[in-house]
């Protein structure tokens, strides 16, 4: 790995959720800093701060998960798709969920800011894939090994 991604935001109401799936990412050492909201308007009110003031790195990958309580995942990627063109700039967003449901797998794909649909546990494995699919360069060339 040769860059860091500058912020990763976990969107779940499940705290053992979110516990797992940030240590995995704290041990895979992608991200400088991982933001956890509980739920999706928490999430969207994080998201409208920080890409309006500026003031923070905006974050690069977004897990969301389906259900929760205030906001679930279908309510904020339907209020994701208002925000402005450059505010989802450059934001690969994950559906992160339990679900195994075609019908949900199937409503996904309806939403063409959303990336990937993973079923939980997000693994060091599934999470180095995405960084690399997504992220090239951050990187090393093939071939070489990060550490």
Aim: hydrophobic share 40%; charged share 30%; aromatic share 8%.
């Amino acid at each position: 790995m040769i860059k860091k991604l500058k912020r990763i935001l976990l969107i779940d109401d499940s705290s053992a959720d979110n516990f797992i799936h940030q240590r995995y990412i704290e041990k895979a050492n992608v991200t400088e800093s991982i933001v956890i909201k509980q739920n999706g308007e928490e999430a969207l009110e994080y998201l409208k701060t920080v890409l309006t003031d500026n003031q923070f790195p905006q974050p690069e990958l977004i897990f969301l998960d389906i259900n929760m309580p205030v906001m679930d995942g279908w309510e904020f990627l339907e209020k994701y798709q208002e925000l402005m063109a450059e505010q989802k700039a450059r934001i690969i967003l994950t559906m992160l969920t339990t679900s195994t449901a075609s019908r949900d797998r199937e409503r996904a794909r309806q939403y063409p800011h959303l990336t990937e649909f993973i079923e939980k546990p997000l693994t060091d494995k599934i999470l180095l894939a995405i960084v690399r699919q997504y992220f090239p360069d951050h990187f090393e060339q093939e071939g070489q090994e990060e550490e």
